[in-house]
Nanobody, 115 residues
Framework: QVQLVESGGGLVQAGGSQRLSCAAS????????MGWYRQAPGKQRELVAD???????TYADSVKGRFTISRDNAENTVYLQMNSLKFEDTAVYYC?????????WGKGTLVTVSS
């Protein structure tokens, strides 16, 4: 089993920055995929950014140029650096890992951006 623990959420003012972390523990050999998703109130969960085992990244258009995803393979951790935050970035952020062909989700961390 693999457990994911997110940290770094909270309240931030518009224009500010925040860094999210998600660390995996358990039976881990290779993490094939790491991603961040978010779900705002009344909306569907959406992809924010992801990074492959080769380091290839993709971003939602709404966060390009403001968010940066990175990974530390030695620590089985993925990060999401969020800059120039906007009110519409308010959501619960979830990390998502694919390990050995199985998908795992974190419990989510709330990011609230005050306008």
């Amino acid at each position: 089993q693999v457990q994911l623990v997110e940290s770094g959420g909270g309240l931030v003012q518009a224009g500010g920055s925040q860094r999210l972390s998600c660390a995996a523990s358990g039976s881990i050999f290779t993490i094939n995929y790491m991603g961040w998703y978010r779900q705002a109130p009344g909306k569907q969960r959406e992809l924010v950014a992801d990074i492959s085992s080769y380091g290839i990244t993709t971003y939602a258009d709404s966060v390009k140029g403001r968010f940066t995803i990175s990974r530390d393979n030695a620590e089985n951790t993925v990060y999401l650096q969020m800059n120039s935050l906007k009110f519409e970035d308010t959501a619960v952020y979830y990390c998502n890992f694919v390990v050995g062909g199985r998908q795992y989700w974190g419990k989510g961390t709330l990011v609230t951006v005050s306008s």
